[in-house]
C-alpha cells in the first residue's frame, strides 16, 4: 500500500510565524530550568515510573524519504496512557507537599482529572472532579475508579470549570488546573514542568541524533509548550517547531498570526477532543509566540484513517494503539511531505529526523474501537 498517497490525507489551512525568534533564555523565564529538573528528579523515583517507548516509524520515512520518523508512545505511560499523567499528579504532588488533610479539585474533559484523580490516589489525597455532560460516561467512570468524586455540570467545560472555583473556594479545596489564567500561574506551570519529562527521555533515548523536526499538536498549547521548553533545556540545536491544531479549533494558529492571544468561537467540535479549545494559556503562550516556526491545522477526515494504519503496523515495525489526539502528528507530516511548498519551506528532506508525540492511545476505548471500525 502506497501510505502517503498525497490524494488522501489533507491539511485545511498552513502558516509562517512572522515574530519567530528562538531564544532558550528567554523561554526558561516561563518554567525555569529548576522546575524543569525538579519534575524530572521527582516523577522518575515514583514506583510505576519507566520511560515510555520511542519508536521509529521506519516504514513511513522510507516512503516519504526522511531520515528518521521518530514517535514517542504515551499510551505506555503510567497506565493511564496518556502524557497528561506526567502533569497533573506531579502538579498534586508539589502543592500539597506532603499535607495529607487537602482535598484536591479540578475541572476536565478527562485525561488531566484521569491524571490529578491518580495523583491524589498515590498520595492518598481526596479528589473532586468537574466533568461537563458533554465528557463521556466511560472517562466518568474511569475517574471514580481512582476514588474520585465525579461531579457533572450542566453546560461546556467552561461551565465545569466555573462550578469547580466556586464550589473549591466555599469549601477550601486545592484546584490542580492545567490552564492558567491571571494569578493563577504555577500549577499550570507544573503541570507543564511534568510534561516535559518526555523531553529529557527522548533525549536519552535519540542516542547524540539530532533532532531537526518536532510537530506538537496543540488544545490551549500546554503540552507544546512543555515540549518546546523541553528542548530549550536539553537540546543543543534548535529543531523546527510545527503546531497541530483541528481547523475547528486552531487557537494558537490565529493567534500566531496576530501576534496576541485569540479567543475563537468553537462551532463543531472536533474528533481531537482534547484538542478543541478555543484560547490558549497564558504559561504556554508566552513559550511559543516565538518559538514556533509554524502551525497547520487539519479536519477531523484522515484521523480514524491513520489510528488504524498506526495499529496495523503500517508506518513502521510496531502495532501501536494511538488515540484521536495522537493521529494528527503523523497526518499533517504526511500531509507536508505532498505539498512541495510546505515540504521546501519547513526544509523536510532525506537528512530530516522528525519527532512525533503519540499523545495518548485508547483513553476512551468505546471511541477507539468505534474510529478504528469505521
Ligand atoms: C489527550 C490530549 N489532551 C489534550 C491535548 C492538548 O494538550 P494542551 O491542551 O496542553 O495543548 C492533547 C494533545 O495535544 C492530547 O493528546
Redesign the pocket.
Known sequence: MNISNGQLWKYSSFIENKNYSFNKEEILKNISKNHIDEAYLTISKWDSYSPTPLLLLNKLSKELNLNKIYYKD?SKRFGLK???AL?GAYAVEKVTKGNKDITVSTAT????GRSVAWGAKRLGLKCKIFISEYVSDARGKAMEALGADVVKVKGNYEKSLIECIKQSLENNWQIVQ??AWKDYMLVPTLT?AG?SVMMKEIVDQINNEEITHIF???????????MVAGAARYLENTPKMII?EPDSAAC?MESIKTGKIEKINIERESL????S?GEP?LV?WEILKKSVNNCISLPDDDIGKAMKLFANASFGDDKIVA????A?GVISLIASCNDENIKNKINLNSNSNVLL?G??GD?DQEMYQKLLKE
Open positions: 504515551e496518556s502524557f497528561k502533569g474533559a478527562g485525561n488531566h492545567d490552564v507543564m510534561y506538537l499538536q496543540a488544545g490551549v498549547g500546554g503540552m507544546a509548550g512543555a497541530v494558537v481531537m477532543g482534547g484538542m479549545c494559556s504556554p488515540g484521536e489526539n495522537s494528527p508525540i499523545c495518548e483513553t
